[in-house]
């Protein structure tokens, strides 16, 4: 089974940029795709960015043009660069494999934008 370790939440002003790291118990190569999610208070958890084995990459509308969705296979770590942040942003972040027919999770890290 494949464990996922989220990093890189925290608090930032609106405007500003954060970039999450979710780091991969395996090879994350040939992994059908890797995945960002986020769950607001009080909100349901939504799907923000994929990156597939293919390296192509998908994105929510919220997300698209200010969200980069990036991987290292040598680290086996999959990146969230995000940018002009807004309050509306503020969740818990999760990293999420898909491969094989099974859906892993990590923990989630805290990201909390300020006006």
């Known amino acids: 089974q494949v464990q996922l370790v989220e990093s890189g939440g925290g608090l930032v002003q609106a405007g500003g940029s954060l970039r999450l790291s979710c780091a991969a118990s395996?090879?994350?190569?040939?992994?059908?795709?890797m995945n960002w999610y986020r769950q607001a208070p009080g909100k349901q958890r939504e799907w923000v960015a994929s990156?597939?084995?293919?390296?192509?990459?998908n994105y929510s509308d919220s997300a698209k043009g200010r969200f980069t969705i990036s991987r290292d296979n040598a680290k086996n770590t999959v990146y969230l660069q995000m940018t002009s942040l807004k309050p509306e942003d503020t969740a818990v972040y999760y990293c999420?494999?898909?491969?094989?027919?099974?859906?892993?999770w990590g923990q989630g890290t805290q990201v909390t934008v300020s006006s």
């Open positions: 999420n494999v898909y491969n094989a027919g099974f859906s892993y």
């Open positions: 990156i597939a084995r293919s390296d192509t990459t």
């Open positions: 395996e090879r994350i190569f040939s992994v059908n795709s």
